[in-house]
């Protein structure tokens, strides 16, 4: 199974359990658990980053790019879910992507993702409210680069990439379910280094659209109670997977990760510690000649800075910047450290699932396919 459809697979799951999952300790304060729901059109247009080459200035200014989305989201209307409250009455949901770049040689790329809007303020009455948003998923019909068919794309090497989309939306209430909606922010298409060229399609994008919720009843719009947040921490156990091409026309190679980490809870909202991660990079020897030993041609190690931050009770976004103790930069470890964001769900039973992106100085190194184990005792009731 290619990456692509463990992508749309780990979407469409993790949706699932947001939207129609019912988590036991809260659905018995609230066993008729319900959300209302939005349906949102928005028109898109912004401008294209080049990647400073001259076939990526030529590709800029011969295209011209706008776009479409549609959005399904759910505010839930349980006001004992402390997420709920802690990110005042947020919308989540999923949604359908599609654009033109009236040019053939980047093709006219389609997305399926899973988003959230958090509004900056509870709403209240006020008719003009601004929110964030970012959404996460899988964009595909792109038309990758060819050595042959298509040299002038110098983006991106591979038709199915990630989406991903952040963006600062301001929004006016025209009537108690109608609203107009307007978004600048920035769009970002990439393979991981799943395939080469990996440079990555950049997008500025400025969006205007109209948002209609679709039940007679809303969700309440002010703050309630919050119970205090109990310290306490927790140890992460993970292994990652993935696929690394470092050479345009050349073959994958497997690379995987072992991480361990220590971390301390806040609040409701955020996590930090330190852990030490170790990575193998298959066929180094092919890469390196040296007279290193196999062991340090395959075997890279990292003192890392985590950092989660918790967008539900289970949903959250693992996110770090490490420091190489030992690197090979014939496996792609380019600098001396490298980042790490991405989208991961914790079970009821403390195993976890997600996909996080590693990078170095903003170029991807490889998706990561992770799975883990958390040991934790939680004293907050929920």
Not at 55 to 61: A, E, H, L, M
Not at 161 to 174: S, W
Not at 344 to 367: E, L
Request: aromatic share 18%; charged share 15%; proline share 3%.
């Amino acid at each position: 199974m290619n990456s692509a459809r463990l992508l749309f697979i780990f979407i469409i799951v993790i949706f699932s359990h947001l939207a129609f999952g019912q988590d036991t300790k809260t659905s018995n304060l609230n066993p008729q658990r319900k959300y209302v729901k939005y349906l949102d059109a928005r028109f898109e247009n912004g401008a294209m980053l080049s990647n400073s080459s001259e076939f990526g200035d030529q590709i800029v200014n011969a295209s011209y790019y706008n776009g479409l989305d549609i959005r399904l989201g759910f505010r839930k209307t349980d006001t004992s879910d402390v997420y709920n409250t802690v990110y005042r009455r947020p919308y989540i949901g999923l949604g359908f992507y599609t654009s033109t770049f009236h040019n053939a040689d980047i093709g006219e790329p389609n997305a399926i993702y899973f988003f959230i809007t958090i509004p900056f303020k509870f709403e209240g009455i006020k008719k003009f409210t601004f929110s964030y948003s970012t959404a996460f998923g899988l964009t595909y019909n792109l038309n990758p680069s060819n050595p042959e068919n298509n040299p002038t794309n110098v983006f991106i090497g591979s038709e199915r990439n990630c989406y991903v989309h952040l963006g600062f939306l301001a929004n006016y209430k025209i009537t108690p379910r109608w609203a107009a909606n307007g978004t600048i922010g920035f769009k970002h298409f990439s393979n991981g280094s799943y395939a080469q060229p990996n440079a990555g399609i950049n997008l500025i994008p400025l969006t205007l659209g109209l948002s209609y919720q679709l039940s007679k009843e809303g969700v309440e719009l002010n703050k309630t109670h919050i119970p205090d947040f109990i310290k306490h921490s927790t140890v992460n156990i993970a292994f990652a997977a993935g696929s690394k091409n470092y050479v345009v026309g050349g073959t994958n190679h497997l690379k995987t990760t072992l991480g361990i980490n220590y971390l301390k809870h806040f609040n409701y909202k955020y996590k930090a510690g330190l852990g030490l991660d170790i990575f193998y990079s298959a066929d180094a020897n092919l890469r390196n000649d040296s007279d290193q030993s196999d062991f340090s041609k395959y075997w890279s190690f990292a003192l890392v800075g985590a950092w989660e931050w918790n967008l539900t009770r289970r949903l959250y976004a693992p996110i770090g910047i490490a420091f190489y103790l030992h690197r090979n930069t014939e496996n792609g470890e380019e600098k001396a450290y490298y980042e790490r964001a991405g989208l991961a769900y914790r079970f009821k039973n403390n195993f976890f699932a997600g996909i996080t992106i590693k990078a170095h100085g903003g170029v991807a190194d490889y998706f990561e396919w992770t799975v883990g184990y958390t040991i934790q005792n939680d004293p907050n009731k929920y």
